[in-house]
């Protein structure tokens, strides 16, 4: 593909599997994928597998050498119900 043949530095794929179906109130739960080549300071891109509630926001970091740790909030007082399932992941490192 032509964007991945100029992207002058690393572009890796990989995937998380996560079981959690319910978030509560003022609460964080997280889970971690691999990516192979991932290190700490790349940039990530997750997608989850459906639709998220819109009371959960997420975020996803390397937090160790070719692991993904993918954060979902609830910042509202009440529980969060989710799909549990397979997010894809896309990690970028901009400078060789």
Same mark, same amino acid.
């Given at each position: 593909? +032509?964007? =991945? *043949?100029?992207?002058?530095? =690393?572009?890796?794929?990989?995937? *998380?599997? /996560?079981?959690?179906?319910? +978030?509560?109130?003022?609460?964080?739960?997280t889970f971690t994928g691999t990516v192979t080549g991932a290190a700490v300071g790349d940039l990530v891109i997750a997608t989850p597998p459906a639709q998220l509630d819109a009371r959960i926001s997420f975020y996803a970091l390397v &937090? *160790? &050498?070719? &692991?993904?740790? +993918?954060?979902?909030?609830?910042?509202?007082?009440?529980?969060? /119900?989710?799909? *549990?399932?397979t997010w894809n992941l896309a990690v970028l490192d901009p400078v060789l």
């Open positions: 593909d +032509v964007q =991945k *043949a100029n992207w002058p530095g =690393k572009l890796l794929f990989g995937t *998380a599997a /996560s079981s959690i179906t319910s +978030v509560g109130g003022l609460a964080t739960a &937090t *160790a &050498t070719n &692991t993904v740790t +993918v954060y979902l909030n609830n910042a509202s007082a009440s529980t969060a /119900s989710l799909t *549990a399932g």
